[in-house]
């Protein structure tokens, strides 16, 4: 049974940094394109970033620039560096498999930026 396990979130002012991970257990993580997704208060989950197997990523508009996703393949672990942080990143943060599979979603972990 595949798990992924979100850690990282917190309160955060504006201007700040966090850094996200995600531990996944039951898979042979390496062979997943690894993402990070969010979900906004009243709005639909969206599209973070996401890092091939070997290296090469992809990301938002909204976070190009701020956000920089990573992996560890030893330790089973993405990561999800963000900076310059922003009220409207607000929002409860999920790493996946990208695509993302219906069964894998976890608890996620909350982010929350104030001004």
């Known amino acids: 049974q595949v798990q992924l396990v979100e850690s990282g979130g917190g309160l955060v002012q504006a201007g700040g940094s966090l850094r996200l991970a995600c531990v996944v257990s039951g898979s042979t993580f390496s062979q997943y394109t690894m993402g990070w997704y969010r979900q906004a208060p009243g709005k639909q989950r969206e599209f973070v970033a996401h890092?091939?197997?070997?290296?090469?990523?992809n990301y938002a508009d909204s976070v190009k620039g701020r956000f920089t996703i990573s992996r560890d393949n030893a330790k089973n672990t993405a990561y999800l560096q963000m900076n310059s942080l922003k009220t409207e990143d607000t929002a409860v943060y999920y790493c996946?498999?990208?695509?993302?599979?219906?069964?894998?979603w976890g608890q996620g972990t909350q982010v929350t930026v104030s001004s």
């Open positions: 996946n498999t990208s695509p993302a599979r219906n069964d894998y």
């Open positions: 890092i091939e197997r070997y290296g090469p990523t």
